[in-house]
């Protein structure tokens, strides 16, 4: 049984370009949650999508966006790319209800140079 | 918004030694979770708590979901060095389809 898989692994960018993140979910799993993780922090939610829509957001500019697919798997695209965006980035799957629990991927780690 | 303190920041413990760890928040949640995450990898889940007062274990580890809902704390007991690692709180409130992240606890075990 798959778990929770990211792609890339790591990914370098300069900043004001774009970046898109890719997340595929625990088998099972309709809800993608993405977020982002600063060093020494611990994550931060950006947003959550469910049944192809933004089901939630947290305090994250527009230059965030994201999209889910009809197999479930989701994307989180980053505009302008700012220093201040080099994070790793989490992918979180779960069953569908806001409360059920999420289980996470690795990350991808973006670095803004 | 809502926040979670977590505490303490860091801890160093001989192999053997319990430990313990919290995590307070100013508004309350429906579900308490602790994580633990090693370096480059996602946090992985440890015990999930639903229900005020519950205490529920696994294996060396017990968490405990405070009967104030502001509140949680993870022992481990007997520890370790694949005990190595940052150990997050995290809360959920009804609804709100996301999980609120402390800053997690870094514990150093030495053999």
């Known amino acids: 049984d798959a778990g929770v898989t990211q792609s890339p692994t790591h990914l370098i960018k300069t900043r004001g370009q774009q970046v898109t993140l890719r997340c595929s979910p625990k088998s099972g799993h309709d809800t993608v949650s993405w977020y982002q993780q600063a060093l020494g922090q611990g994550p931060q939610f950006i947003f959550q999508y469910y049944e192809e829509e933004e089901r939630q957001r947290g305090n994250f500019p527009d230059r965030f966006s994201g999209h889910q697919f009809p197999n479930y798997s989701s994307e989180l695209n980053v505009n302008a790319l700012l220093l201040g965006d080099s994070a790793l980035y989490l992918c979180a799957s779960s069953a569908g209800q806001p409360t059920d629990t999420q289980y996470f991927g690795p990350g991808t780690r973006l670095t803004v140079l | 918004g809502q926040q979670l303190n977590q505490s303490p920041q860091s801890m160093f413990i001989q192999e053997g030694e319990d430990v313990s760890m919290n995590c307070t928040s100013s508004?309350?949640?429906?579900?308490w979770l602790w994580y633990k995450q090693d370096p480059g990898e996602g946090p992985v889940l440890l015990i999930a708590l639903y229900k005020a007062g519950e205490l529920t274990s696994n294996g060396r580890l017990t968490a405990q979901f405070g009967i104030t809902r502001k509140d949680s704390f993870l022992n481990i007991s007997a520890s370790i060095p694949s005990d190595v690692g940052i150990y997050f709180c995290?809360?959920?409130?009804?609804?709100?389809?996301?999980?609120?992240f402390g800053d997690g606890t870094t514990l150093t075990v030495k053999p």
């Open positions: 995290a809360g959920i409130y009804t609804n709100a389809g996301k999980s609120t």
């Open positions: 508004s309350i949640f429906n579900t």
